[in-house]
């Protein structure tokens, strides 16, 4: 059974096998040669501080591309896991169970006063259903704007699946956000949101 990897980690430097066991081997020959020819030692000296120096850039190289390698599948690990939670927003918009609020909540957009903040009140204080969906929508985006400015998600999945009716749906209400933000007293009420409309409008 597959075990998952871990993102955050580096992954695990690996050497050929073949290039261990030749130098493994010729380490074994110039110990034997050193120990029976004495007056070959000054130049064998020599000759294994230039190995050794050869083996360390050597076993630098294979290093370094093991590294990079490992860097490039976990960027890419990264980008995949960042699409995901970018359709799994779009499954949760296109979720049945949600059908009704967005019923109500485009009754409201579409009803055309919906960019006059009083109407928008009137209307959220008598009917309940249009008050929940207004509300869920709005924390809906709020949330995925979250996502896309701490990197969680991609932004270039999100924009191409909600740009159109995000800029909608935010214009729209915008007079009645700000009116809402003063009168409960939260400047910052879904400004992820408008923040994320900013960028997308661009």
């Known amino acids: 059974m597959d075990q998952s990897k871990d993102p955050g980690a580096l992954g695990t430097v690996k050497f050929p096998i073949l290039w261990s066991v030749v130098l493994s081997i010729?380490?074994?020959?110039?110990?034997?040669i050193f120990h029976l020819h004495k007056d070959w030692r000054d130049t064998m000296t020599f000759g294994i501080a230039?190995?050794?120096?050869?083996a360390g850039a050597l076993a630098a190289y294979y290093v370094g591309r093991s590294l990079a390698q490992t860097i490039n599948q976990r960027s890419e690990t990264i980008n995949e896991q960042k699409i995901a939670r970018s359709f799994e927003f779009l499954r949760r918009w296109n979720d049945p169970a949600l059908a009704?609020?967005?019923?109500?909540?485009?009754?409201?957009?579409?009803?055309?006063?919906?960019?006059?903040?009083?109407?928008?009140?009137?209307l959220i204080a008598q009917d309940k259903g249009k008050s929940t969906a207004v509300v869920e929508v709005l924390n809906f985006f709020e949330e995925l704007a979250i996502a896309v400015h701490t990197g969680v998600a991609d932004n270039d999945t999100l924009f191409r699946g909600f740009h159109g009716p995000l800029s909608e749906y935010h214009a729209t209400l915008q007079p009645w956000i700000k009116q809402h933000r003063s009168s409960k007293k939260r400047p910052t009420m879904w400004i992820e949101t408008e923040k994320l409309v900013e960028k997308w409008n661009q």
């Open 26 to 32: 010729v380490v074994i020959i110039l110990t034997i």
């Open 50 to 54: 230039a190995g050794a120096l050869a």
């Open 100 to 122: 009704q609020i967005k019923a109500n909540f485009r009754e409201l957009i579409e009803c055309g006063k919906a960019h006059m903040a009083d109407h928008v009140e009137q």
